[in-house]
């Protein structure tokens, strides 16, 4: 990248974290995955900013907050309008990312067959919502609307161990557990949305996630590494 990086990358694994120093121009980063991350976190540790998102499910250059609700943004101040690559990810002027001289930190994540998914689905009002394929059984769900406000939700194995999962925490919030009833269904090749909630299942709405998988084992019945 433009932006020099220390990395520490387990490209197998789909994870690295990125360690840079902001220039304040448009610039692009290296990130070590030697593969297109399909989600990744920058969050600017000088100052009081927003963690910025990026996803391979939003349009170029869009970007979700982690700790608020808004929908995706399209500024080109912050991921500079510009998709991630193999290689590198690019941020903008806006100081949440690229602020001169500030140290910021940056969490890759690559889909990893049997492992991790990161995708997209369309809701459709209905408690018996679309069925999203990962290609395993989900230990930890992480979804967002991004086509309007709507706070993060987070499910989990270990709390939820029988279907449908229905203890929330929400990432962008500092509230309790909470109990909703019926969220997801976790199924032995993803799962299914069991809500009708906006934030999880708005008719025609547009939702981003990321999953990882309870028992990481690729289609050849290897263990996913």
């Not at 001169?100 to 018996?128: H, K, Q, R, W």
């Not at 709507?150 to 279907?163: K, M, P, Q």
């Not at 929400?170 to 993803?190: K, M, Q, V």
């Amino acid at each position: 990248g433009s932006i020099a990086s220390q990395v520490r990358a387990q490209p197998s694994a789909g994870f690295s974290i990125v360690s840079y120093t902001g220039t304040g121009p448009n610039a692009t980063v290296g990130h070590g995955l030697n593969d297109t991350p399909g989600f990744y976190i920058i969050k600017n540790r000088d100052e009081v900013k927003n963690w910025a998102v990026g996803h391979s499910a939003l349009p170029t250059g869009n970007y979700v907050l982690l700790n608020l609700t808004n929908n995706a943004g399209t500024s080109a101040a912050m991921l500079n309008n510009t998709a991630a690559t193999s290689s590198v990810f690019s941020v903008g002027t806006n100081t949440t990312v690229n602020g001169s001289a500030d140290n910021l930190i940056a969490y890759c994540f690559a889909p990893v067959e049997g492992y991790s998914a990161m995708g997209s689905y369309t809701g459709n009002g209905s408690a018996d919502g679309p069925f999203v394929y990962t290609g395993f059984r989900p230990a930890i769900i992480i979804q967002k609307r991004t086509d309007s406000a709507g706070s993060w939700t987070l499910v989990d194995t270990a709390r939820d161990i029988d279907n449908p999962a229905a203890l929330e925490l929400l990432p962008n919030s500092g509230a309790a557990e909470y109990d909703n009833t019926s969220l997801f269904d976790i199924l032995s090749n993803g799962f299914k949305v069991r809500a009708t909630f906006s934030n999880l299942n708005a008719n025609g709405g547009s939702f981003i996630y990321i999953a990882f998988a309870e028992n990481p084992f690729q289609a050849n019945g290897g263990l996913a590494r």
